[in-house]
């Protein structure tokens, strides 16, 4: 069946054509050119399937002013459905309210409001070429869902604050709550406040699971460029990103959610993070929290301006173990370049990880722990956690010795990299782990020995 608004019995007003057309629940919806404002959510039937919803390249789905419900399209249920060449416009400065975070044990889809598209336990699911802008809550938002494409979205000016005009962690696109067999591909996220790409999930839900997140570009985010939370089998590949972290007043200090170009949460596992590029980072380049079992390859993290340009700067990469269903373990991070970062290179803990072939460029922009403008007394006890290249740790969230790694033909360059290149924490022991054929040198000797390579 192929239905078309042109076919439809002339209504009193677009929303209601709008709406009548979106009844619908099988065969293939043609929606109409120009502006359509709705003042509530438009919730396809919950038995839908085989339903296509495209619009004719200049249609624009847009939030009234007195607009209020979950998203501006809503889809309870349902399978093979396809949504695609549109654009939405959340009208974020009107019906935008302070928001915070959810209490732990309540899923993002049943609290943000005032979302693009929500998709709830739908098979089968294709989003593709959607234009978005000023979304107060998350541009995507697909819950449970199984067989996820989504495609060649822009999404830009979108995402909400809280009560201290901090980012509340909205804007871009979630993935919750055990949704499989999903990809993200070709997206481009610009000027969003919270997260850009994300996979979430519950602690006692089913984690996410077989993803494909590659070939998105990220520019002007508050938060995460990306964040795999709670998954397994996730593909992170030639993502693009520049300014992660940025405006520094939206970050949401208050609460640590320091930015990261690729973050992790809960429990990830059989994991790969490669080839992605980062420029101008105010956070770190990879957050392993949770992370074990899998590789961070080919990646590359770049900031090339002064220390007053990173007040939130980090480590490079770092270990955590904050989920206690975890342990760090057999992680893989070879051939990385991360250049300036505010303190060291890589912080590893656990054991069983191949750290190789990284270059640690322009480490320690900090000066630690020199007199400065920056305080590198996080951990009294340990003067060499925030100057070191690579640091093995003690442990993170959770006590976890740093053994039986091996950390083989990392170059590392920087501020005081002669003296601590490799160091370990009080109690882990270099001996345990195997340490072989890292150069090490300051920045000063470096430049002299470009000056005297042959030209």
Same mark, same amino acid.
């Given at each position: 069946?192929?239905?078309?608004?042109?076919?439809?019995?002339?209504?009193?007003?677009?929303?209601?054509?709008?709406?009548?057309?979106?009844?619908?629940?099988?065969?293939?919806?043609?929606?109409?050119?120009?502006?359509?404002?709705?003042?509530?959510?438009?919730?396809?039937?919950?038995?839908?399937?085989?339903?296509?919803?495209?619009?004719?390249?200049?249609?624009?789905?847009?939030?009234?002013?007195?607009?209020?419900?979950?998203?501006?399209?809503?889809?309870?249920?349902?399978?093979?459905?396809? !949504?695609?060449?549109?654009?939405?416009?959340?009208?974020?400065?009107?019906?935008?309210?302070?928001?915070?975070?959810?209490?732990?044990?309540?899923?993002?889809?049943?609290?943000?409001?005032?979302?693009?598209?929500?998709?709830?336990?739908?098979?089968?699911?294709?989003?593709?070429?959607?234009?978005?802008?000023?979304?107060?809550?998350?541009? !995507?938002?697909?819950?449970?869902?199984?067989?996820?494409?989504?495609?060649?979205?822009?999404?830009?000016?979108?995402?909400?604050?809280?009560?201290?005009?901090?980012?509340?962690?909205?804007?871009?696109?979630?993935?919750?709550?055990?949704?499989?067999?999903?990809?993200?591909?070709?997206?481009?996220?610009?000027?969003?406040?919270?997260?850009?790409?994300?996979?979430?999930?519950?602690?006692?839900?089913?984690?996410?699971?077989?993803?494909?997140?590659?070939?998105?570009?990220?520019?002007?985010?508050?938060?995460?460029?990306?964040?795999?939370?709670?998954?397994?089998?996730?593909?992170?590949?030639?993502?693009?990103?520049?300014?992660?972290?940025?405006?520094?007043?939206?970050?949401?200090?208050?609460?640590?959610?320091?930015?990261?170009?690729?973050?992790?949460?809960?429990?990830?596992?059989?994991?790969?993070?490669?080839?992605?590029?980062?420029?101008?980072?105010?956070?770190?380049?990879?957050?392993?929290?949770?992370?074990?079992?899998?590789?961070?390859?080919?990646?590359?993290?770049?900031?090339?301006?002064?220390?007053?340009?990173?007040?939130?700067?980090?480590?490079?990469?770092?270990?955590?173990?904050?989920?206690?269903?975890?342990?760090?373990?057999?992680?893989?991070?070879?051939?990385?370049?991360?250049?300036?970062?505010?303190?060291?290179?890589?912080?590893?803990?656990?054991?069983?990880?191949?750290?190789?072939?990284?270059?640690?460029?322009?480490?320690?922009?900090?000066?630690?722990?020199?007199?400065?403008?920056?305080?590198?007394?996080?951990?009294?006890?340990?003067?060499?956690?925030?100057?070191?290249?690579?640091?093995?740790?003690?442990?993170?969230?959770?006590?976890?010795?740093?053994?039986?790694?091996?950390?083989?033909?990392?170059?590392?360059?920087?501020?005081?990299?002669?003296?601590?290149?490799?160091?370990?924490?009080?109690?882990?022991?270099?001996?345990?782990?195997? !340490?072989?054929?890292?150069?090490?040198?300051?920045?000063?000797?470096?430049?002299?020995?470009?000056?005297?390579?042959?030209?």
């Amino acid at each position: 069946m192929i239905l078309t608004l042109a076919l439809l019995l002339l209504a009193a007003d677009p929303d209601t054509q709008l709406r009548t057309a979106l009844s619908a629940k099988t065969g293939v919806v043609t929606l109409p050119a120009g502006t359509i404002e709705i003042s509530r959510e438009i919730v396809l039937a919950a038995d839908a399937h085989d339903l296509e919803i495209r619009g004719s390249g200049t249609t624009i789905i847009k939030a009234a002013a007195t607009f209020r419900g979950r998203s501006l399209l809503t889809i309870p249920a349902g399978r093979n459905i396809k !949504i695609h060449d549109l654009a939405l416009n959340g009208n974020r400065d009107a019906i935008s309210r302070p928001t915070g975070l959810p209490p732990s044990d309540a899923m993002f889809s049943r609290f943000t409001a005032n979302n693009g598209i929500l998709a709830e336990g739908v098979t089968d699911l294709e989003i593709s070429a959607i234009k978005a802008t000023a979304i107060a809550g998350f541009t !995507i938002l697909v819950n449970a869902g199984h067989n996820v494409k989504i495609h060649d979205i822009e999404i830009s000016d979108s995402g909400g604050l809280n009560a201290r005009k901090r980012n509340n962690s909205t804007g871009g696109i979630l993935l919750e709550e055990g949704t499989t067999d999903f990809e993200v591909l070709r997206c481009r996220i610009a000027n969003v406040r919270g997260n850009g790409i994300w996979t979430h999930s519950l602690y006692r839900s089913p984690r996410n699971a077989r993803g494909r997140i590659a070939d998105n570009e990220f520019v002007m985010l508050a938060r995460d460029a990306i964040q795999v939370g709670h998954a397994t089998e996730i593909k992170v590949e030639n993502n693009r990103g520049r300014m992660i972290g940025y405006p520094t007043a939206e970050v949401d200090l208050e609460t640590q959610a320091f930015p990261v170009a690729v973050d992790t949460a809960g429990n990830v596992d059989k994991s790969f993070y490669r080839n992605n590029r980062f420029e101008e980072i105010d956070g770190k380049c990879f957050d392993l929290d949770g992370f074990h079992d899998g590789e961070v390859s080919g990646n590359t993290c770049l900031n090339e301006e002064g220390v007053k340009s990173y007040p939130y700067g980090n480590y490079g990469i770092i270990m955590n173990n904050a989920n206690p269903d975890m342990q760090s373990r057999n992680i893989r991070i070879v051939n990385n370049t991360v250049d300036g970062v505010l303190f060291g290179g890589i912080f590893i803990i656990g054991e069983g990880h191949t750290v190789t072939g990284n270059h640690l460029l322009h480490m320690n922009l900090a000066h630690c722990n020199d007199p400065g403008p920056i305080n590198c007394g996080y951990s009294p006890n340990q003067p060499d956690l925030l100057r070191t290249g690579i640091y093995l740790g003690a442990g993170a969230e959770r006590p976890d010795l740093a053994k039986r790694n091996i950390v083989t033909g990392n170059e590392i360059t920087g501020y005081g990299m002669s003296r601590h290149c490799v160091g370990a924490a009080p109690g882990v022991s270099l001996a345990a782990n195997t !340490i072989a054929r890292n150069e090490c040198s300051d920045e000063a000797v470096v430049a002299r020995l470009q000056l005297l390579k042959p030209r």
